[in-house]
């Protein structure tokens, strides 16, 4: 996911601290990137700015969701809150027609299935009418 935003700033933000995520259409939320995590952050003074969050994975089911936006000042005061600023659609891969449908995540697993040989399991024998 490549969220792209532009802001106009009307004053200059010191440090400011950009929180972009996700959330579904019933706004729940779902996912939260901060530029807070960043080693530095620098000054935004007034003007136009474009700011990009990259995602490398996300795992969420297809369905539509929507992007929010959070700018907070050097202090954590918050200076703007926006949610559904945006709406995007996951589509579906062939996968996904074999995937469990109550799940709001598609996470990496893998299976194991082995047998168990006890002594009891092997005596044992089942009917099955």
Not at 98 to 126: D, F, G, Q, S
């Amino acid at each position: 996911l490549v969220a792209r935003i532009t802001l106009y700033l009307k004053h200059p933000l010191k440090k400011p601290e950009i929180v972009i995520g996700t959330h579904t259409t019933d706004f729940i939320y779902l996912t939260a990137a901060s530029t807070d995590q960043l080693p530095a952050w620098p000054d935004m003074p007034a003007g136009r700015h474009h700011i990009t969050c990259t995602c490398k994975t996300f795992p969420l089911k297809p369905g539509v969701y929507n992007l929010r936006i959070g700018i907070f000042n050097q202090f954590r005061k918050l200076v703007f809150m926006a949610d559904a600023i945006a709406t995007f659609h996951i589509s579906p891969d062939l996968d996904d027609a074999k995937a469990p449908p109550l799940r709001l995540l598609n996470v990496e697993h893998t299976w194991t299935i082995e047998p168990v040989h006890t002594p009891e399991a092997e005596n044992t024998r089942m009917a099955v009418p």
